[in-house]
């Protein structure tokens, strides 16, 4: 059972464009979301992250959008420039278990096209 | 510092055979994490230690891993008698938690092939 969903393997966008990438989520105890990028031969890297207290957190050209009430998050770039192209992950964790780990999603592979 | 370190970064190896995977954490940090990738999945957690005491185990991780953090530093990632099911990334993560919420910073990983 996947409790972390990103349901589109990949994404393709002009550089320059808006990306949006989802996620969705089933368990509701979960209460602090990140996203990571990940490069080829690479480990994942952090990105950016939001708590279940807000619903919007904004890092530069990276915005994510938390609706608790879907149980769906989004990752915003804007504009998309060819370096973001890399492999997303969507990973979220719940202060119960002390933020002890990360359930990840399987990944959407963005291409940002010149 | 140069970020979270692990080695071999490739293995490859016959079904039967024993595996040892090093990581390397940020030295100041007081967590570190095994989680595997396979094709097309996102990692998956196997372990954590706080420091040198492992406080979580995955029920991925069957009786033929071993994961060890001798006085709090480098971990091991043992596999003995390596399946074929076992290849994988296996990738080493490390964070610095007193409280709220909790960052981890990935190594590059440590690819496994069994023949």
């Known amino acids: 059972d996947q409790q972390v969903k990103q349901n589109s393997p990949s994404l393709s966008v002009q550089e320059g464009r808006i990306s949006i990438l989802n996620c969705d989520y089933t368990?509701?105890?979960?209460?602090?979301f990140l996203w990571y990028k990940k490069y080829p031969a690479e480990g994942p890297t952090f990105l950016i992250s939001?708590?279940?207290?807000?619903d919007k957190n904004e890092d530069g050209r990276f915005t994510v959008f938390l609706n608790k009430s879907a149980k769906h998050l989004s990752l915003h770039i804007v504009p998309s420039q060819p370096g973001d192209s890399a492999v997303y992950f969507c990973?979220?964790?719940?202060?119960?278990?002390?933020?002890?780990?990360?359930?990840f999603g399987k990944g959407t592979m963005l291409l940002v096209s010149p | 510092d140069t970020g979270v370190s692990q080695d071999p970064r490739h293995k490859i190896t016959k079904r039967g055979q024993n595996v040892t995977f090093r990581c390397d954490p940020i030295?100041?940090?007081?967590?570190l994490y095994w989680y595997r990738q396979t094709l097309g999945q996102g990692p998956e957690f196997l372990t954590y230690?706080?420091?040198?005491?492992?406080?979580?185990k995955s029920r991925l991780l069957s009786d033929r891993f071993s994961a060890e953090r001798p006085k709090g530093s480098f971990s091991t990632l043992e596999i003995q008698r390596t399946e074929q099911g076992d290849s994988a990334m296996y990738l080493c993560?490390?964070?610095?938690?007193?409280?709220?919420?909790?960052?981890?910073?990935f190594g590059a990983g440590s690819r496994l092939t069994v023949l």
């Open positions: 993560a490390s964070s610095f938690v007193e409280s709220g919420a909790n960052v981890l910073t």
């Open positions: 939001i708590s279940s207290i807000k």
């Open positions: 990973a979220a964790s719940f202060k119960n278990s002390g933020y002890s780990t990360l359930t």
């Open positions: 368990n509701s105890m979960f209460d602090y």
């Open positions: 230690f706080q420091n040198e005491a492992q406080l979580e």
């Open positions: 030295s100041e940090h007081n967590r």
